[in-house]
């Protein structure tokens, strides 16, 4: 069956890196869109960033020009890199694959980041 396994979350200082890894099996990796998407407390879900098959990017406005996406095909892991953490960047972050943005068949099961001042 499919799996995704995140990684990489972590409690930093604002201004500080961290990077989000999402390890994939049980599908062709290169077959579908993935992404990353976060919930802080009492909000709502929301998309952070996805990468297509073609390997186009998309960012939310507030993470752009901070966070990069990328993907490893040979090692089936998507990756996360976030620059320049901000306090409102603190969430739990899920790893997402296929039929993204609307209604993503997989998702992992989460990783907690926590940004201080």
């Known amino acids: 069956q499919v799996q995704l396994v995140e990684s990489g979350g972590g409690s930093v200082q604002a201004g500080g890196s961290l990077k989000l890894s999402c390890a994939a099996s049980?599908?062709?990796?290169?077959?579908?869109?993935m992404g990353w998407y976060r919930q802080a407390p009492g909000k709502e879900r929301e998309l952070v960033s996805r990468?297509?098959?073609?390997?186009?990017?998309i960012y939310a406005d507030s993470v752009k020009g901070r966070f990069t996406i990328s993907q490893d095909n040979a090692k089936n892991t998507l990756y996360l890199q976030m620059n320049s953490l901000k306090t409102e960047d603190t969430g739990v972050y899920y790893c997402?694959?296929?039929?993204?943005?609307?209604?993503?068949?997989?998702w992992g099961q989460g990783t907690q980041v926590s940004v201080s001042s």
């Open positions: 997402a694959a296929c039929n993204l943005p609307t209604r993503p068949h997989y």
């Open positions: 049980g599908y062709i990796f290169s077959s579908c869109g």
């Open positions: 990468i297509s098959s073609p390997g186009t990017t």
